[in-house]
């Protein structure tokens, strides 16, 4: 009785010790830094006298006040209107071809869809830096062999790199790069389309365009909203791009994006508790858009089932 009072503990507690490893994982790094980034942005450097000899500089409490510098901070806020013109251009074009190009590689008439598929898929597998690099050169008017043919061909050489055409130009790096991952998100559910479904639509006689319009787009959209979630977070992070083209142009400042000015406050200027605030504050801001659009998208689900 005793033994099988023990093994029935044991079983029970299984799961719990599965959980440990990632659990300990989870504290350590994602719990603890957000706590501590937290702790930072509550805190500030009293500078006495000089700032010289022991004690000058303590760290004292400084409540909310990171926070209130940071929102009335006109390069913070600069950075987010950026960032916010550069998502209107990034997600509604890397979305639209994610789509486009899985309904074209789940028709009947695709050939050669697995090499296309993962031909679409490989920039995807570019670390970010390399293929920032890469465009970079690309859009460099003297090395760029774009505008070499467009020399010879007489035609102006647009300037990427500066003023209104450097949001295309950051926008086309993301795109070439995500539009991949959100293609084989989609794909996957259409593929999981039961075969039923196509063959009634054939029998209904519809066309290719009325079947991908009216039956799969409506079906896959829970991975649309899943990668539309996606992008709105990688949007508000973005990072890498503009960093990367910032030694190729004096378009990108230091604080082009929100992300950039972190890093400069924090690495740049060695104010570690004004960059926590700041980091604090886009980390709210991506739970605020992200959980506000998941719940009207859940929103929406329910009116259409309830109807």
């Known amino acids: 009785m005793t033994t099988a009072r023990r093994t029935s503990h044991g079983v029970k507690g299984a799961p719990y010790a599965f959980l440990v490893p990632a659990a300990v994982l989870f504290a350590l790094f994602f ?20 700032g010289l000899g022991s004690g000058a500089r303590k760290e004292v409490w400084a409540g909310l006040e990171n926070y209130t510098d940071a929102l009335t901070d006109g390069e913070l806020l600069d950075g987010a209107l950026r960032v916010l013109g550069y998502g209107c251009i990034v997600v509604p074009v890397m979305l639209g071809l994610a789509l486009l190009f899985a309904l074209m590689l789940d028709s009947e008439k695709v050939r050669l869809a697995s090499f296309t598929r993962l031909a679409i898929f490989l920039p995807y597998a570019i670390p970010g830096v390399v293929a920032a690099l890469l465009w970079g ?67 209904d006689g519809a066309t290719p365009l009325q079947t991908a319009l009216r039956i799969k787009i409506p079906m ?19 990072f890498n791009e503009p960093t990367t083209l910032k030694p190729l142009t004096n378009s990108v400042s230091t604080t082009w994006s929100p992300l950039m000015k972190v890093y400069r406050d924090a690495f740049g200027t060695g104010d570690v508790y004004q960059a926590a605030a700041e980091a604090v504050i886009i980390a709210l801001a991506t739970l605020v858009l992200s959980f506000g659009f998941l719940r009207a998208a859940n929103r929406r689900n329910r009116q259409e089932a309830a109807s």
């Open 137 to 203: 050169f690309l859009y460099l008017p003297d090395v760029s062999p774009f505008s070499y043919a467009l020399e010879k061909l007489g035609l102006p050489q647009p300037d990427l790199l500066d003023g209104g055409p450097l949001y295309l130009a950051l926008s086309n790096i993301a795109v070439w790069g995500g539009a991949g991952f959100n293609m084989i998100v989609i794909y996957t559910s259409l593929r999981a389309i039961p075969a039923e479904v196509h063959e009634a639509a054939k029998l």
């Open 220 to 238: 896959v959209a829970p991975s649309l909203v899943l990668t539309f979630f996606f992008s709105i977070i990688a949007t508000l992070q973005v």
């Open 31 to 50: 719990a603890l830094p957000i706590g501590y980034a937290v702790w930072l942005s509550l805190h500030k450097v009293r500078v006495s006298g000089l």
